[in-house]
């Protein structure tokens, strides 16, 4: 699941734009092992979800309890080298994932942090990795292989202890000031709490698209894929923002999903399910931001036949307004409305400390358990990071999410809670 990604679409399309003002990239490169980063990033996270007695049917059957609770290290490592000079830069990238089970036992495992053996306990620890190779040409870059990706088509996951990787191609061009491209082929997708290749069986995703910065406040985003038996997607964005005084600003944000089924028409990746899909899912969003206070309203709709589908294209692959903590307020005919609040307490002397709060509220929605179905989501997010010494950027979280639907609209309960203790070290060592 996404929350609320406006500002990176503009970041990417800054980062995209600034190298341009002198020299391309690679008339800038000092070579493969001058240039070379070696990060790792140290995330301890707890994670329980408990369903208040109202489990899954499944989970009676499976011996399974209705508070499932782990606890677990995990270690992303990510290796960039710089590019060779020349008119074709060539270089490497690596990445090393390694989870550690610190807690969990048998009936408590189900989070998505580790993978879960047939006695439905948590594995111990399990680990992967892989490589790609990468070109570039000017301000264009060719990268083959392993890779993390932030499409709004094909976008990895990274809400557990791991992150989802891809494999594939992705061709990324900035030769146009404003102007970040994208193409993309890829044929490998694996889960966070999975190690084997392709583990969600993505058999074949095509990506075209871009995303162009018309001024410094107004950027539109514009891609297509295609995931054989399952879909085509378009999406599009439109993100304003409004500088009202020094201290205040208005942004605005527009997201549209366009998915119909293609192929054999798959909707999820975990089972031969056929579907039929072939609909809308759209959010705008208006946040006003006064110094430490951001307020957020934002509304979300889904038309057409089905839910808005994603998953064996990305765990992340869905910028919408309303997908946050738990729930995606993605049903059919869903219609969903969000408040929301943020407090930045630098404004009070405290720079690295955050406050967030949001409540969602879903209608009419149409799934296979219920027709006509409300849902109900509220978060609460608190995090702060260091801002020297040290130990500066080390960060402590919590996250907690209350989901109710008196339907039962997803989940197959009616009542959950969730728990996140996130505590995040990043690490440079190259």
Same mark, same amino acid.
């Given at each position: %699941?996404?929350?609320?990604?406006?500002? %990176?679409?503009?970041?990417?399309?800054?980062?995209?734009?600034?190298? %341009?003002?002198?020299?391309?990239?690679?008339?800038?490169?000092?070579?493969?092992?001058?240039?070379?980063?070696?990060?790792?990033?140290?995330?301890?996270?707890?994670?329980?979800?408990?369903?208040?007695?109202?489990?899954?049917?499944?989970?009676?059957?499976?011996?399974?309890?209705?508070?499932?609770? +782990?606890?677990?290290?995990?270690?992303?490592?990510?290796?960039?080298?710089?590019?060779?000079?020349?008119?074709?830069?060539?270089?490497?990238?690596?990445?090393?994932?390694?989870?550690?089970?610190?807690?969990?036992?048998?009936?408590?495992?189900?989070?998505?942090?580790?993978?879960?053996?047939?006695?439905?306990?948590?594995?111990?620890?399990?680990?992967?990795?892989?490589?790609?190779?990468?070109?570039?040409?000017?301000?264009?870059?060719?990268?083959?292989?392993?890779?993390?990706?932030?499409?709004?088509?094909?976008?990895?996951?990274?809400?557990?202890?791991?992150?989802?990787?891809?494999?594939?191609?992705?061709?990324?061009?900035?030769?146009?000031?404003?102007?970040?491209?994208?193409?993309?082929?890829?044929?490998?997708?694996?889960?966070?709490?999975?190690?084997?290749?392709?583990?969600?069986?993505?058999?074949?995703?095509?990506?075209?698209?871009?995303?162009?910065?018309?001024?410094?406040?107004?950027?539109?985003?514009?891609?297509?894929?295609?995931?054989?038996?399952?879909?085509?997607?378009?999406?599009?964005?439109?993100?304003?923002?409004?500088?009202?005084?020094?201290?205040?600003?208005?942004?605005?944000?527009?997201?549209?999903?366009?998915?119909?089924?293609?192929?054999?028409?798959?909707?999820?990746?975990?089972?031969?399910?056929?579907?039929?899909?072939?609909?809308?899912?759209?959010?705008?969003?208006?946040?006003?931001?006064?110094?430490?206070?951001?307020?957020?309203?934002?509304?979300?709709?889904?038309?057409?036949?089905?839910?808005?589908?994603?998953?064996?294209?990305?765990?992340?692959?869905?910028?919408?307004?309303?997908?946050?903590?738990?729930?995606?307020?993605?049903?059919?005919?869903?219609?969903?409305?969000?408040?929301?609040?943020?407090?930045?307490?630098?404004?009070?002397?405290?720079?690295?400390?955050?406050? %967030?709060?949001?409540?969602?509220?879903?209608?009419?929605?149409?799934?296979?358990?219920?027709?006509?179905?409300? +849902?109900? +989501?509220?978060?609460?997010?608190?995090?702060?990071?260091?801002?020297?010494?040290?130990?500066?950027?080390?960060?402590?979280?919590?996250?907690?999410?209350?989901?109710?639907?008196?339907?039962?609209?997803?989940?197959?309960?009616?009542?959950?809670?969730?728990?996140?203790?996130?505590? +995040?070290?990043?690490?440079?060592?190259?």
């Amino acid at each position: %699941m996404r929350v609320m990604k406006w500002s %990176m679409i503009a970041l990417a399309v800054a980062a995209g734009t600034s190298q %341009m003002a002198f020299a391309s990239s690679q008339d800038d490169a000092k070579g493969f092992i001058e240039d070379s980063k070696l990060d790792v990033k140290l995330r301890n996270l707890y994670f329980s979800r408990d369903y208040r007695n109202s489990e899954p049917a499944s989970y009676k059957l499976q011996n399974r309890r209705h508070d499932q609770r +782990e606890w677990g290290q995990g270690f992303i490592g990510t290796f960039e080298s710089g590019f060779t000079q020349g008119t074709v830069g060539v270089g490497v990238d690596a990445i090393g994932l390694l989870g550690l089970k610190l807690d969990s036992g048998r009936g408590y495992s189900g989070t998505g942090l580790f993978p879960t053996g047939s006695d439905y306990r948590s594995q111990d620890d399990y680990s992967k990795g892989g490589a790609a190779v990468k070109f570039r040409i000017s301000d264009t870059v060719l990268k083959v292989g392993d890779q993390f990706t932030a499409l709004p088509v094909l976008a990895t996951d990274d809400s557990r202890l791991l992150p989802e990787t891809v494999q594939g191609a992705l061709l990324t061009s900035n030769e146009i000031k404003g102007l970040t491209l994208h193409a993309g082929h890829f044929t490998a997708l694996n889960a966070q709490a999975e190690t084997e290749h392709d583990s969600l069986h993505l058999k074949q995703a095509d990506v075209f698209g871009g995303t162009y910065a018309f001024t410094d406040s107004l950027t539109t985003s514009l891609y297509y894929s295609k995931v054989e038996d399952y879909w085509r997607k378009y999406y599009a964005n439109v993100n304003w923002a409004l500088p009202i005084s020094a201290n205040q600003g208005l942004v605005f944000d527009f997201n549209i999903y366009d998915t119909k089924s293609d192929g054999r028409g798959l909707q999820r990746a975990e089972k031969d399910e056929i579907t039929k899909l072939d609909n809308r899912a759209y959010s705008l969003s208006g946040a006003y931001n006064i110094g430490a206070h951001t307020f957020t309203i934002a509304y979300q709709r889904v038309t057409g036949d089905g839910d808005y589908g994603y998953g064996v294209d990305g765990g992340g692959t869905v910028f919408l307004a309303n997908s946050i903590a738990r729930s995606d307020f993605n049903a059919e005919d869903e219609k969903s409305w969000q408040a929301r609040y943020d407090l930045n307490f630098a404004e009070y002397g405290i720079p690295g400390l955050t406050f %967030m709060t949001r409540y969602v509220r879903g209608t009419g929605a149409n799934t296979a358990t219920t027709n006509n179905g409300t +849902e109900w +989501e509220r978060d609460i997010d608190v995090k702060y990071v260091l801002q020297e010494g040290p130990a500066k950027d080390l960060s402590f979280r919590v996250r907690q999410a209350t989901y109710r639907s008196s339907d039962g609209v997803y989940y197959g309960s009616g009542s959950l809670d969730e728990l996140r203790l996130i505590v +995040e070290y990043p690490l440079s060592i190259l």
